[in-house]
């Protein structure tokens, strides 16, 4: 699987995403410059963590707008499968690749702590090594976190089977509305969500369990 | 040629910030505040001459970046 991850100024996850893709897949991701017109072709576009442009005026905002996002909704409209975990899951909000938006978390303080998630949607290309309403462990490091959508936007997505992981057992850790802690677009190639399964693939980090996210992608392409 | 641009939160989006303000004010003694609802306020100077050209190119910069309109308002002033 080829894959590549997109990197902005600010941008300070991108290294553990390289370091996870290249130990689940055996390749190399490349490595995609913000200022950059075109992405190269690849199975899976990555928008990683981290506080591109400083998070001004809005979280993602700045970086949604920079000329390599132009090709990455071409891309995305055109299938190529994208994941954007933590700032990437803002951004593709800003870009308006995924409905909604991420505000700053109900409780005002930065979390950064491991939550549980629960897979409510294991049908798709994100979560089939998942089982249907399994809890995992995630670790999640945000402000910005507090998803939220317009009532007919949430509607829409409960009802596609949109929403892929929720917080469990109350470790909603930002206010969340409906507990949402990932979701993907309408045709359900891009996938953006607030926990960070790239920090949780190795035994060396305490546990394995976001292995299966990748792995679901490796076993699709 | 001057705009001022002021974004708001929609009604019914809840803004934990406005809450915490709310709060600190109550706290100051200040005990007549029914609510507050956080914004930001944008000054622009701007190179136009025709007031309506200006107010709809600001409309464009505010629906392509300066607000986020699936959570926020946005008010134009042109003086």
Not at chain 1, 56 to 80: C, E, T
Not at chain 1, 82 to 104: D, H, K, S, W, Y
Not at chain 1, 200 to 211: A, P
Request: charged letters at 20%; a negative charge.
């Amino acid at each position: 699987m080829k894959t590549a991850i997109i990197v902005f100024p600010g941008s300070n996850r991108d290294r553990d995403m390289f370091h996870a893709l290249e130990l689940i897949t055996g390749t190399r991701p490349q490595g995609v410059w913000h200022t950059e017109a075109s992405l190269p072709d690849v199975d899976l576009v990555i928008v990683p963590g981290g506080f591109s442009y400083g998070d001004y005026l809005r979280s993602g905002a700045i970086a949604a707008r920079s000329p390599i996002v132009k090709d990455l909704i071409r891309k995305a409209d055109a299938g190529v499968n994208v994941l954007g975990v933590c700032n990437g899951f803002q951004i593709l909000t800003e870009a308006g690749l995924l409905p909604g938006a991420l505000m700053r978390n109900a409780g005002l303080k930065f979390v950064c702590k491991e939550v549980k998630l629960q897979t409510v949607n294991s049908a798709t290309r994100f979560s089939s090594r998942f089982v249907k309403d399994q809890v995992w462990r995630c670790p999640v490091a945000h402000h910005d976190g507090n998803y939220f959508a317009q009532a007919d936007d949430l509607k829409a997505i409960e009802d596609n089977g949109q929403v892929i992981f929720r917080y469990a057992e109350g470790t909603n850790p930002n206010g969340s509305i409906n507990d949402i802690a990932g979701i993907t677009n309408k045709a359900g190639n891009v996938l953006g969500m607030m926990p960070h399964p790239e920090n949780l693939i190795e035994d060396l980090n305490g546990g394995t369990d976001g292995r299966l996210l990748f792995e679901s992608l490796l076993n699709a392409a | 040629m001057k705009a001022r641009v002021i974004v708001t939160l929609k009604n019914g989006v809840l803004d934990p910030q406005g809450k915490a303000i709310e709060g600190a004010l109550g706290g100051l003694g200040f005990d007549g505040i029914g609510a507050v609802r956080q914004g930001k306020v944008f000054d622009l100077v701007l190179s136009a001459t025709d007031k309506a050209a200006a107010e709809a190119e600001v409309a464009q910069m505010c629906e392509k970046l300066l607000a986020n309109t699936v959570i926020e308002n946005y008010a134009i002033e042109i003086e």
